[in-house]
């Protein structure tokens, strides 16, 4: 169905900044609300799969180079006939999801995180064989909802990469949605305010807000440290990585790679990561029996 003409004008405009409060009126109920919930997601996905397939120019050569796949998935939730064309791109069903983090089980995958990761590049700790990283974008509440159980059935450990303004909003994950799954042993990462093109603010002070800002008040709100960042859109450049590692982050996930990418402490602020597989078959291919 959609949007009534009385309906809000959607406040996320994907690509400059998505405003927190997009989906504060519910006055036309919540079939409209939930209409404006997959444009939203529409416009984000159609956003980011513009960057889905970069290769990034890194050329790490550290002697504990590794490959690490980071699998980035954002939306998970029943499909609807009104899903655009992006969104069937990212979206996953929670029967593939599920389907998904059994296979990695089975295939004699392990499941690890960022702080292995950052441990095994700074002080040479082991890290499981096959190691693969689940992490998620955004904070749609469809995470929380269909996601989270799944990851606890299989007692995987995920990072859910948050953008502040939206938090608690319609649609949008809850600070008690993120204290139940730090209980549970997912750990929260930053994804900025707004979820900008960072390489795209000139203003120095606005770009710290986003990148630091965030960070303090996840932080203040969770009683927690927050240790890895994921660029919005996978984008960064030279001055934004200093940002990041200034603002105190341990690692930083970057640009959406074809294969995902190869691990260094030269790229500990510039992780590569593979938009994760939308069907069985094409994840099957891509993480192959071991």
């Excluded at 409060?21 to 159609?46: H, K, W, Y």
């Excluded at 550290?62 to 954002?74: A, C, E, G, R």
């Excluded at 995180?113 to 590049?121: C, D, H, K, P, V």
């Excluded at 499981?128 to 989270?148: C, E, H, K, M, R």
Aim: aromatic residues 10%; without cysteine; charged residues 15%.
């Amino acid at each position: 169905m959609p949007p009534s003409a009385r309906a809000s004008a959607l406040l996320a405009v994907i690509g400059v900044a998505i405003v927190g409060g997009v989906f504060l009126s519910t006055r036309n109920g919540d079939e409209a609300a939930e209409v404006r919930i997959q444009n939203t997601q529409s416009l984000f996905t159609e956003a980011s799969s513009t960057t889905a397939g970069v290769d990034t120019a890194d050329t790490a050569t550290s002697s504990v180079d590794i490959s690490v796949p980071i699998l980035v998935y954002h939306i998970v939730r029943p499909s609807y006939p009104s899903d655009s064309r992006a969104v069937r791109a990212l979206a996953h069903t929670p029967q593939v999801f599920d389907a998904e983090m059994k296979y990695l089980g089975d295939a004699g995958y392990h499941i690890t995180t960022f702080a292995a990761l950052e441990s095994y590049l700074e002080h040479g700790t082991p890290l499981p064989s096959n190691p693969v990283i689940l992490s998620f974008d955004d904070g749609w509440s469809d995470q929380f909802t269909y996601a989270f159980p799944i990851l606890e059935k299989y007692h995987y450990t995920a990072e859910f990469f948050v953008f502040t303004n939206p938090i608690g909003h319609r649609g949008f994950l809850t600070w008690d949605n993120l204290r139940t799954m730090l209980k549970a042993g997912m750990v929260i990462g930053d994804h900025t305010r707004s979820h900008p093109f960072l390489t795209k603010i000139a203003d120095p002070a606005q770009l710290w807000n986003e990148i630091d800002g965030s960070k303090l008040l996840i932080e203040k709100t969770l009683g927690i440290t927050v240790n890895e960042f994921a660029y919005p859109f996978g984008q960064h450049n030279a001055t934004t990585t200093a940002l990041v590692e200034k603002a105190g982050y341990k690692a930083a996930r970057g640009d959406y790679l074809k294969r995902g990418g190869t691990a260094s402490l030269a790229t500990l602020y510039a992780l590569g990561a593979l938009n994760a597989p939308t069907t069985t078959t094409a994840f099957m291919l891509r993480f192959p029996r071991h």
